[in-house]
Each structure stands twice: as structure tokens, then as C-alpha cells.
């Protein structure tokens, strides 16, 4: 059983380890499914409380995954849909883990930032392969329990020439997000 959770900030560790986030994803106008995530405050709680805090606010519903490599990883969540936005909250401090079980592995949800580790904002990624090189480098904070169809075609859809060959040729939209409670 879940019920629907509009204010996770002020939740205890403990009970943030029951908070799930849905997230309706559409390619190109299409719906093509919800991914589910689970979190892990125990790791990384300023940067799950930073993550739920901007869902609960509604700011990830229609924005987009601007970066797609398929065998890597999936990158979303900026305002600009470049990459090269920040949320209105400012940045928060590197949360980084070195420890194997949050390593970054398929399905692993994590914080994107710039070259200053102390950079992550509102961008994130899910990791569409094991990608442990990010260890101890990047804020993982959660994984998904479902939803890996979902995972696959937005990390498998087209993509536009030039550069790394990482900008979506169509849309790649976060819908909606919603908190749930497990309990």
C-alpha cells in the first residue's frame, strides 16, 4: 500500500528509506511508461532531501532527459533542457560513496554537477549501465524498483550528430512526478 506524500523535507532518515518517487515519463508526445525509485538518505540525505524537495515542488514535471547514452546513462532535470541550468535552491555538498552497495550499477539514481564536486543543483541521472567508475565521484541516492522498460527506451532513443551524440532528437519528457509512501 502507498499513499501520496507532499511534504517529505521534514521526514527523519528512517522515513525517508519509504518514500518512492513515480515518474511518468512520454517520448515524444507518447506516453511510454512510469519508472519507480526508491532513495537512500542513509548515504546521502541532503541530496535525497534536496532531490524530494524540487519533485515535491512540482519542478521536474515537463522537463526533459537532455542527455542520452545508451550503455551509460540517461541525464535530466535542468530548467534550460541544455545541462547547463541550476534550480532555484542553490547547490549542495558532495554526498560521495565509495561503498560497493551504492555503486553506480544499472538503475541507480545519481547527482549530476560540473567539474566542482560541490555543484550538484537539480540535474540527475539513472545509470542504464554499471558505471562504478562514477564511485566516490558522484552523489548516487536511490535506484529504481521498477520501470527499467522505461529506462531503456528513453536511453535507446535517437539522437542528434555531433558532439558526444547525446542530445535527444525528439522529446524525452518527465511528465509528472509524484512522492508516494510505502507505509
Not at 529504481?144 to 539522437?159: C, F, H, K, N, W
Request: hydrophobic share 35%; net charge negative; charged share 20%.
Amino acid at each position: 500500500m502507498t499513499t501520496e506524500l507532499k511534504t517529505p523535507q521534514d521526514l527523519d532518515d528512517q522515513a525517508l528509506k519509504n518514500v518512492l518517487c513515480e515518474m511518468d515519463i512520454s517520448i515524444d508526445g507518447k506516453q511510454s511508461g512510469t519508472m519507480t525509485v526508491e532513495f537512500w538518505p542513509e548515504v546521502a540525505p541532503a541530496t535525497v532531501r534536496n532531490f524530494l524537495r524540487y519533485a515535491a515542488e512540482g519542478f521536474y514535471d515537463g522537463k526533459g532527459f537532455h542527455r542520452v547514452i545508451d550503455g551509460f546513462m540517461i541525464q535530466g532535470g535542468c530548467p534550460l533542457g541544455t545541462g547547463t541550468g541550476s534550480g532555484p535552491h542553490g547547490n549542495i555538498p558532495g554526498e560521495f560513496s565509495a561503498e560497493e552497495a551504492y555503486s553506480h550499477q544499472r538503475g541507480v539514481l545519481s547527482m549530476a554537477r560540473s567539474q566542482d564536486p560541490n555543484s550538484a543543483s537539480c540535474q540527475f541521472f539513472i545509470c542504464h549501465a554499471a558505471a562504478d567508475f562514477l564511485d566516490g565521484q558522484y552523489a548516487a541516492f536511490g535506484k529504481l524498483v521498477s520501470g527499467e522498460e522505461v529506462l531503456d527506451q528513453v536511453a535507446t532513443a535517437p539522437t542528434k550528430p555531433g558532439g558526444e551524440g547525446s542530445t535527444p532528437a525528439g522529446k524525452l519528457t518527465i511528465d509528472a512526478m509524484r512522492l508516494r509512501s510505502r507505509v
